[in-house]
Every structure is written in C-alpha cells, then in structure tokens.
C-alpha cells in the first residue's frame, strides 16, 4: 500500500509538468526524486554535402532527490566522420535551488553543469558538447508553469577544450567559448481533462535555439517545434525538426530530425 501510494504521488508529478519536459533542452525541474530515466535519441541531419549523418545518444538520467538530477550519456555517430564509430561520452548535472509551487502553476529556477569528452576532430565552428567537442558547460535555467503552458529560458556558457585550444605558437582562429540561449514553450493538448494515469498526453513545443562564440565572433539562431506523447505517465515519444532562422558560422548541418524515446522507472532508487 505504500509503495502503491509513493508511485501515484511519483506520476502525479510527472503530470503535474508535462508540457515541460522539452525536446531539446532541460527545464528547471527534475525527474522525480528516486526515479531512474533511460532514453534513446536519434538524430538526423543533411549534412553541407547533401549527405545524411547519423547520431544515437543513450543517456540514463537520475534523480538523487527531488533537487539533484544526474545524468550519464554516450553518443555513436558518423557525423564528423567518414564512418560510424563510438563518439564522445558526458556527464550533467542539475540543481533546483528555488521553488514557488501554488495550484496549476509553479516558478523554479536550477543551475547545471556538463562536461563532454569527444573523439570527434574539430571540423566546425559551432560549439556543441554532445557529441562534436570536448568541454564543459554551466548555465541558469528558469521555468514557469501555468496550467497547461510552461515557458523556461536557459543561459550558459561554455569552454571548448579541444587540444588545438593549449597548443603553443599555433593559432587556428577557432572559436573556443560561446555563450547558448534558449527559451522554451510547451503547451499541454491532450488529454483535455484526466481521468487516469493511463491517458496519453499530447504535448507540443516550440523552441528558439541561439549561440554567440566570444571569441571569434559567430553566431546562429535556430527554431525547434517538436510534439511529445506521454504513455502511461512513464513512457514519451519525441518528435523534433531543427532548422537554422540566421547565422554566420560553419556547421555541420543547419537542420535537423530527431525522434526519441524514454522510459521513466518510478522509486527505482
């Protein structure tokens, strides 16, 4: 009876921010504490030289308590390469340090960190750690909340730490730091009134993508509408398409798809 009670209380929070668990970045919340999350994303993208690029990132995500999150992701792609290969490996974590909570509506606020280490070779100016580059990140994210929208603006800042970076003598005129912007909506279609765990949701997002490098001045912005279903409160379905609105810099595609899939385990902890 009581672990029945602990699981309802568990997808009663999932419900509770659906229309915020967005397709391309993280919200200021968690996964509910004690809960493991594993997902698959796949990722396609038409590459400058009409050829498509593949890349699958398994990632297990962990919520050590109701304001920590972990999580741990590896990616195989061919994307800066010729062939498919292992790729890069990273680390992420997140902290909610505040929380205003009232009926229908929330405002939380968290500050992350991730670190990337990639065997990728540096091709483009675009700084992506997920994969293309070795480096680390750290930002703010903000989430609001009311009844089915949810609106999250996230900055951060991120060092490339590419061996090139610490060669002496040598100036490759690469970009190395960058600061990211993002600012995420979600709005809750479906199901129009709950009855049960078992609805399925329909969520749709949109999300504006942008990047400044710091030190060789470049730049893009790029607009993200993706649509989730939910299954049982534990399971999503995402589907996203990426495409560039403006920029100067070289990158590997200005487009994108991407299609993912995550299974939420409740009091798995």
């Known amino acids: 009876m009581k672990y029945i009670f602990l699981l309802a209380l568990a997808m009663q929070g999932m419900i509770a921010f659906a229309q915020e668990l967005y397709i391309y970045t993280e919200p200021a919340s968690n996964i ?9 994303t796949a990722t396609y993208a038409e590459k400058m030289d009409n050829n498509i690029a ?12 109701k304001n920590i999150m972990l999580k741990a992701a590896a990616t195989f792609a061919d994307m800066n390469t010729s062939y ?6 990273s680390l ?38 997920m994969g293309d580059k070795s480096g680390a990140e750290a930002g703010l994210v903000a989430t609001q909340l009311i009844h089915k929208l949810a609106i999250s603006g996230t ?27 993002a600012l995420s909506a979600g709005y809750l279609l479906l199901p129009l009134k709950y009855e049960s765990y078992q609805q399925t949701n329909l969520n749709l997002y949109a999300e ?16 993200a509408p993706a649509a989730q279903l939910i299954f049982n409160s534990n399971t999503k379905l995402n ?27 409740f009091e798995a902890l």
Not at 252 to 258: D, E, G, P, Q, Y
């Open 84 to 89: 498919f290969r292992y790729e890069s490996f």
């Open 155 to 181: 900055v951060s800042h991120t060092q490339v730490l590419d061996k090139s970076r610490f060669e002496k003598g040598v100036d490759y005129e690469r970009p190395y730091q960058a600061m990211n912007y």
């Open 92 to 129: 992420y974590g997140k902290y909610r340090f505040l929380s205003k909570d009232e009926a229908h509506k929330h405002f939380r606020m968290a500050i992350f960190a991730d670190g990337s280490i990639s065997r990728s070779p540096y091709r483009y100016e675009e700084i992506a750690l």
């Open 54 to 65: 593949q890349r699958y990132t398994p990632a297990i995500y962990l919520g050590l308590s």
């Open 32 to 40: 509910p504490a004690k809960a493991l999350s594993a997902k698959l």
């Open 239 to 265: 589907l996203g398409y990426r495409f560039q609105l403006g920029g100067d810099m070289t990158r590997m595609a200005r487009n994108s798809f991407l299609i993912s899939l995550e299974k939420t385990f």
């Open 208 to 223: 504006l993508l942008a990047q400044q490098t710091l030190d060789k001045k470049r730049y893009y912005i790029d607009l």
